[in-house]
């Protein structure tokens, strides 16, 4: 019976548990779920996009840093198309420059947004720990930790249908990241899930995949709960102490 039970799942049972996960995706955050129902304003809007910045500039480091690890050339010849999605090349805009366009169609300029310096302290330890996990686990962990892209398309979709309806001042040519993200998203995820259902294939590996999974849910929830008390609690970092002269 014991062994029975270590058994491994089957490809399609351990891809449900995976997409169980989804029940936690930080489109369920009080934040998001808010922001989704139009209530947030524009103060708070812009501080989302600023620090959802922080952690778009640092994927394409995460990738970088898995590829620098990962011997299999197949799937760096499929991964280095993620470093392009955000950084972009000659000629071709990528996510990064996109996501500053929406910085500015929200009423950010494009230094105070690319000088970091809204970026919570809450926000960058959640996005520096996931950066890190991927720099210092095996590369096959890190792939399995891009899952999340599981629920991305309905994150953007939403976005693409609410936001001109409740935000209307923001400029509609700024939402073109979450257009580009749609099919991006569905295409990286095919991968990613392909070579997670085939290399964690042990009861122990694909348990340790869920938590992988979970940790990521929880660097997105976490940044989250941060813009929270900053913007909606109005308890920024140190708000309680006398500002430094």
Same mark, same amino acid.
């Given at each position: 019976?014991?062994?029975?039970? !270590? ?6 049972? #351990? ?15 009080? #934040? ?10 524009? !103060? ?7 620090n ?5 500039? +640092? ?12 011997? !299999?050339?197949?799937v ?5 198309q ?21 910085? $500015? ?20 330890f959640a996005?520096?720990?996931?950066v890190? #996990? ?24 939403q976005r693409?249908?609410?936001?001109? $309806? ?13 257009? +580009? ?16 259902l ?27 709960d ?5 913007? $909606?609690?109005d308890?920024p970092?140190? #708000? ?6």
């Amino acid at each position: 019976m014991a062994a029975m039970a !270590d058994a491994p799942w089957s490809p399609e049972v #351990f891809e449900a548990r995976l997409r169980a996960l989804g029940a936690r995706y930080h489109i369920h955050h009080p #934040f998001h779920v808010r922001m989704y129902g139009g209530a947030l304003n524009p !103060d708070q809007i812009r501080g989302w996009v600023a620090n959802r910045y922080y952690y778009q500039i +640092n994927i394409p480091l995460k990738d970088a840093a898995l590829m620098a690890k990962c011997p !299999d050339r197949d799937v760096r010849r499929h991964w280095v198309q993620r470093i392009i999605d955000h950084d972009g090349r000659t000629g071709e805009e990528g996510g990064i420059e996109a996501w500053i366009r929406l910085g $500015e169609a929200v009423g950010l300029d494009r230094e105070t947004l690319v000088s970091q310096r809204m970026v919570l302290p809450g926000v960058r330890f959640a996005v520096d720990a996931y950066v890190n #996990f991927v720099r210092q686990a095996p590369w096959e962990e890190g792939i399995c930790s891009s899952l999340t892209e599981l629920f991305a398309p309905e994150i953007h979709q939403q976005r693409l249908q609410s936001w001109p $309806e409740r935000y209307p001042w923001i400029e509609a040519a700024g939402l073109q990241y979450f257009r +580009n993200r749609l099919s991006e998203a569905r295409r990286d995820v095919e991968h990613g899930l392909a070579f997670t259902l085939a290399h964690f294939n042990t009861r122990p590996l694909q348990e340790r995949a869920l938590a992988i999974v979970q940790f990521k849910l929880d660097v997105l929830w976490t940044m989250l709960d941060a813009m929270t008390l900053a913007y $909606e609690q109005d308890m920024p970092p140190y #708000f309680n102490v006398a500002a430094p002269a």
